[in-house]
């Protein structure tokens, strides 16, 4: 089992920038990949960017490829989303989740079996 919590979420203007975190806890948090996702009104769920279990292996969406940078912190078993140049087409809800994932970077595609309640991001003027 993980139980995982989004945090830093907010308004902000167009160019502006948000820092996302996702705190996780439970067992074995060694073994489990986490990933961002986010749902606009209206649209389907996509796939941001996730870290592996080891913090060492990145990926990233195309639309964030170049201005969101993740980042896992174990100590503190927290993963980060650092997010530049913010788009008003970034404006959804933001979600972490994460799977068992051992050896292999993750993929936006797999199925994650844990995910939080979610974080609200607003890009607008």
């Known amino acids: 089992q993980l139980q995982l919590v989004e945090s830093g979420g907010g308004l902000v203007q167009p160019g502006g920038s948000l820092n996302l975190s996702c705190s996780f806890s439970?067992?074995?948090?060694?073994?489990?990949?986490i990933g961002w996702f986010r749902q606009a009104p209206g649209k389907e769920r996509e796939g941001v960017a996730c870290?592996?279990?080891?913090?060492?292996?990145?990926t990233y969406a195309d639309s964030a490829k170049g201005r969101f940078t993740v980042s896992r912190d174990s100590a503190k078993n927290t993963v980060y989303l650092q997010m530049n140049s913010l788009k008003p087409d970034d404006t959804a809800i933001y979600y972490c989740?994460?799977?068992?994932?051992?050896?292999?970077?993750?993929?936006?595609?797999?199925?994650?079996?844990?995910w939080g309640q979610g974080t609200q991001v607003t890009v607008s003027s």
């Open positions: 870290v592996s279990s080891s913090g060492s292996r990145l």
């Open positions: 989740a994460g799977r068992i994932l051992l050896f292999r970077a993750c993929d936006l595609s797999d199925p994650f079996d844990y």
């Open positions: 439970g067992v074995d948090l060694g073994y489990y990949g």
